[in-house]
């Protein structure tokens, strides 16, 4: 699947007028690049993925609770980056996409094998 990184321009004409259209970023990593598009237009279109629809952007504890994995591994910067979660940085927060996080938890070997003390701790959050 293709994905936007950079705002790109392209421009058509139809009935003698010409029509621009901008295509933006849809991720929230890419939040930069699409505020500025939206002061140069008069209409917007937001075109969502039909196969995953919109992705809701979850929390820590969130994450934790349902992938049923320590808490800890999300929320420390640490672990993120030694287990290779993937997430987004928005405004500050931390977020993630359960979209994500499903794949990753299927393709990690650290979520099937994980450390007998990490597979002993409780899951905050989790019910």
């Known amino acids: 699947m293709l994905h936007s990184l950079n705002a790109s321009v392209m421009h058509l004409t139809h009935a003698g007028t ?7 970023p849809g991720g929230p990593d890419f939040l930069g690049q699409s505020l500025p598009a939206l002061e140069a237009v008069e209409t917007v ?4 993925n039909a196969a995953t629809g919109i992705e809701p952007m979850i929390d820590a504890k969130q994450a934790a609770a349902a992938l049923r994995l320590p808490y800890y591994w999300f929320a420390d910067h640490a672990m993120r980056t030694k287990y ?3 997430h987004y940085l928005m405004g500050g927060l931390v977020r993630y ?3 994500d996080l499903s794949a990753w938890a299927t ?5 099937q094998g ?3 003390q ?9 019910e």
Do not use: F, K, Q
């Open 118 to 126: 990490d597979a002993d701790a409780p899951v905050e959050g989790a």
């Open 84 to 86: 290779r979660i993937p």
């Open 114 to 116: 994980r450390d007998v």
């Open 97 to 99: 996409r359960l979209s």
């Open 45 to 48: 279109a937001v075109v969502i």
């Open 107 to 111: 393709l990690t070997t650290a979520v």
């Open 18 to 24: 010409r029509i621009y259209l901008i295509d933006t």
